[in-house]
């Protein structure tokens, strides 16, 4: 029962943050973008940058295992 | 050859194959329980990739998410970003179910919950939720099913032959191979879906409109309100969407089948990459939504909207290629269809038979009894689908809202020593029983946010205050060193 890292964590929360709670400020058709409404380019874009968010805690998370001597 | 004839035929043929695929995945290796639930532990970053790939896109992605898209039109993006999120979480909660499930040598999500809090009521009570709840996700899948193949087939192969036919033949593939069969028979299926989603999404647009773009700026013309929320629904606005995508995404891993998922990884760090990789797939999901949004302008007047898509291909294609769809979509409700067969029959003769009416059993006889289980709740389910009908994302929803009840149990037993199972069970119970009376008296949205979600948050307040007033007994670190 290793609690996650802070920093993790942190990382975890910016998706959430573009994809959910701030809705109301992207959910629009204007500008379009490649064609698309803003709210429908907006999550495509989301969904490639949560990749790169976790990608950044993954490293986070294999340096600490590795710090702690192989984990739990 | 009559363009039914060919369709027929290209359905069947792309069927076949991949039940095939299915029956050969588990030959030369002996099946027994751990083999056939969690393929013995063993399996590595692409097999793992392909099992949850398969486990996501179901017929709901397929005729759902498009479905949506035509008669709701923005709230359907909740579909997107709920699926991104969901791998977010599981990048937290499935490498610590994978090391506890190892330790202890877990199957089940019942498994899970009867170890980390030793109280039998509280196994048996997620057990039972968790067969509820894949009720209608199972009847979900063979209804999308029947639909799929009717009319790709140009209603050649009629709804009630189709699901029993494709029902015969996953019960065959689960029986033989277990969970092998579905992570192999995924591969076909994700290769032709792709194909199908991308050819359809910008192949449709482009015949009507001459490219997306153009697509969205005549729809944005002749029906602005349709792109944004709450788009063509009277109460399904941004209070809705953050409510609706919490409860899913959190919720995502707690249905048995992805839960259990996690067990058949090779080791956590193959799980952590998996969250990492996996919302990139969340992308062909565009595609489709972008023949549902086509659909509005070319096929307007559906009455059921999950045939949208469908009939613009129907309309818009060469018999081959709605035939390709159609056997890619009967594969995208056989594989999950698949999945929750082996688990609700592991989930029952593990959890609830064996510790009810035979403790004594062996894990051999476990594993026949639930092979048994497989052809029994296979059957069951044909009937409810051939029986009953309603549209195909209500009734998912009813059982997200039971499934994501176990969150606050998994989530705080596998990060807070505190919690105590009394806790967890007063929460389940207050949660499900909360869910089940707002949907089942019409009072989802209530007050702008999803019944689920209400739920849910009181479901965490009970076992959070709970868990500061009860102490289990023996305690936690007394049953984890014994």
Redesign the interface.
Known sequence: ????SGR??LL?GI??LA???S??LW????P?F????F??FW??C???L??V???V??RI??AREKNDGGG? | MSPSGVSMTTIVAIVAVGATIGILAGARRKMDLEQWTVGGRGFGAVLMYLLMAGEVYTTFAFLGASGWAYSRG?PT?YI??YL??A???S??ILP?IW?TGRRHGMQTQSDFFSHRYGNKYLAGLVCIVGIASFIPYLQLQLTGLGIIVSVASFDGIGRTPAMVISMALLAAFVFASGVRAVAWVSVLKDILMVFAAVAIGVGIPYMYFG???????AL?RAH?AH???PGATPNLG?TW??ST??LT?LGFYMWPHTFGSAFTAKSA?TL??N???M??Y??TL?FI?FAGFTAVMVVPGLSNGDLALLIIVRKSFPPWFLGVVGGAGALTAMVPASIFILTAATLFAKNLYRPVFAPSMTDDQVAKLARVMVVVIGAVSLCLAIYTSTTLVSLLLVGYAGVTQFFPGVILG??W?RVTASAVLAGLIAGVATSVFLMLSHRDPFFGWSAGFVALCLNFIITILLSLRTRDSPPLEERLRG
């Not at chain 1, 029962?1 to 996650?4: A, G, H, L, Q, S």
């Not at chain 1, 959910?27 to 204007?30: A, G, K, L, N, V």
């Not at chain 2, 490219?211 to 700026?217: D, E, K, R, S």
């Open positions: 029962m290793r609690k996650p993790a964590l975890a998706p959430f994809m959910c709670f809705v109301s959910d629009r058709i204007y379009m490649f064609g698309m409404p709210n429908l999550l495509l989301w969904i490639m949560s990749t968010c976790m990608r805690a993954y998370e294999i739990a | 923005g993006l997107m970003a991104t999120l791998y977010v979480m990048f937290f610590e090391e490219g997306i773009g153009p697509m969205f700026a944005a602005p792109l944004t929320m941004h969407y953050i995508v919490l995404s760090d952590r990459r969250a990492v990789v919302p990139i969340t992308l565009a939504l596998l990060y020593r």
